[in-house]
């Protein structure tokens, strides 16, 4: 099976309600627990049986649901399309009545008497048959029996309608010599069977599970134990290895937080894919853990990337899980209300994540500077002027193509929003303050008001602050961003022209069907292409001796942009067809020149910056707590 488009399935009718089932009664059925089972040995057609142990329902009759979204996915996903099969039955094995209400949810009749109920459900990496919106793979699930199980938690597990917060104990019966990574910590655990406890439907949907032959690695950071566990169906690369190449950006990140963690336990679960069709790839947060999904390649490949993924992931620690509103500690997996408040989840922590890197050495100036300026770019190609809280409370319908903007636009308020924070408090106090103040005066148990936050922001900062939110996330005025950045004496022009080292002048494409990047257009190739000798179609594979993939194209441009000097030799290999069509590596090489170049949106910092602007500078960017 694929994994491209989806079919709904449909439950069958029961055709008789007094047929009976076996029904085993090796688990007592109690007041108030949700008693899962499953058995990862029995899948069939990546399908997998769901068994469950009913808590004692005190109704004639109940809606039983699985999630239609589910948070941080921003995106109605339907996960009931993939339950099919779905029975009821009490604890003398008579099957109970049972109708499909929608896509997500069944209501079972008689329901007092209801002691079991079991389904089917397939896995959403490659179930073509199942029509609907493609689900992300860091959100779905995949069951490839005896070599992984990727599980997030609400695709198999749903709840009954009012009954979220009973706890639930979930069994798996598992391959020997399996081992199931996550964040949650084991009731029980033999060679051949799991089992799990959770308080509420809440922690058992945020805390996914990989169940494969164990490749794990623990670090310990800032008085937590960090599981790194990958999957890497070639073995091209190993936690270890992983786990090796983000320690410095865990500790940088320790750092970042205060010099302490605010959890025990954090999972890094990574599954690499050799799919030669994968068009996109990232990973999805969850309060103690997070799900990636890579293309395969070896763990120096990878480093980057990773490391770019997991630094964004890794702080939703902070936000959601400290801070979120009552949209988010109450959410409604079914009837979802989408906060205003996205600038803050996705854009501030897109933010921290790059504002870390520079503050402790990971990423110079040119890269850092690399980084926004991309993400002003996109911005400027999005709805500018659309207010940001409007965007987020719309962004399941009508602003669903707006999405992309929060690590986006979101990123830059949360960058004009600290270097404010520092003029305002002579340098003393910025977001990483702000966001520690949040979360000790919020906390996980605690939700805020959606309408409530910028008050509560502004009566922890400064009165200017109430009024930069007003103008620039809930206005649709423009960011300040000019008069920001130079107060840290950092100039930006909408576009200037600027000397750099030149690729050759030539307009890059993608080979659908090789996966390469090609040399697209060669109308505007300057003097530098022309002596490497480009020809129209010509397929990179190599620049300076680094692969170059759709993966690691931007990383190895930025890299050839900022740190190529002029006379360097630069070598890039091709792919191109001779003759008689036959596909050769061509070797194109010249000294690297410089060449006039006009960039939109560019940044670089002042010639003689004041004492002002270095002062802000610094402490913007010091690594003093």
Known sequence: MKKIAYMLLTVAVMAACTRKASVSNSSTQKDNLYQYSVDL???????????????????DQINFYLPKIVPGT??????????????????????LPVEKADVNSWTIKNAQSLYKVTYKVDDTWDSPEIKGEKIFEPAGS???????YAINTFCFFGYFDGMKQVPYQVSFTKPEGFYGATSMNFASTTAT????????????????????????????????DILVSVFSPNQMANSKEIAANINATLNAQKEYLGGKLPIQKYAFLIVLSDNPNLMSYGALE??????????EGTSKELSQTVKDVAS?????????????????????????????????????????????????GLVDMPQYLEMLRQKMMTMKMMNDKLPFTEMSKGVLDKYKNQY?????KGALIALCLDIKLRQLSDGKYGTQNLMRDLAKTYGKTHSFKDDELFDKITSLTYPEIREFFAKYVEGPEPLPLTEVLNSVGIEYLPEATMKKVSLGGINLGFNAQTKRIKVANVSKMNDFGKQLGYQLNDEIVSINGQEFTMMKAQQILDDYSNHTKVGDNVVIEVARKNDAGKEEVVKLSAPAVLVDVTEKNVLRTVDNPSAAQLKLRKDWLSTAK
């Open 41 to 59: 040995t029995k899948a069939e057609n990546d399908k997998l049986e769901v068994s469950l142990i009913a808590p004692k329902i005190s109704v």
């Open 74 to 95: 921003y995106a109605n996903y339907d996960f009931g399309r993939f339950v099919s099969n779905f029975k009821a039955f009490n604890s003398k094995g008579e099957a």
């Open 142 to 148: 995949d069951i490839d029996l005896n070599k992984k």
């Open 193 to 224: 069977r799991d089992v799990f406890q959770a308080d509420n439907y809440m922690d058992l949907s945020d805390a996914p599970i990989l169940y494969t032959r164990p490749d794990t690695t623990v670090l310990k950071i800032g008085g937590a």
């Open 286 to 295: 969850h309060s103690y853990s997070s799900f990636y999904y890579l293309p």
């Open 312 to 360: 964004h992931e890794f702080f939703h620690i902070i936000t959601p899980l400290s801070i979120h509103s009552e949209e988010i500690g109450d959410f409604d997996y079914n009837l979802p209300k989408m906060s205003k408040h996205l600038w803050m989840y996705e854009g501030a922590t897109e933010y921290a994540a790059g504002h870390m890197q520079i503050k402790y």
């Open 404 to 408: 992309m903007n929060v690590y986006n």
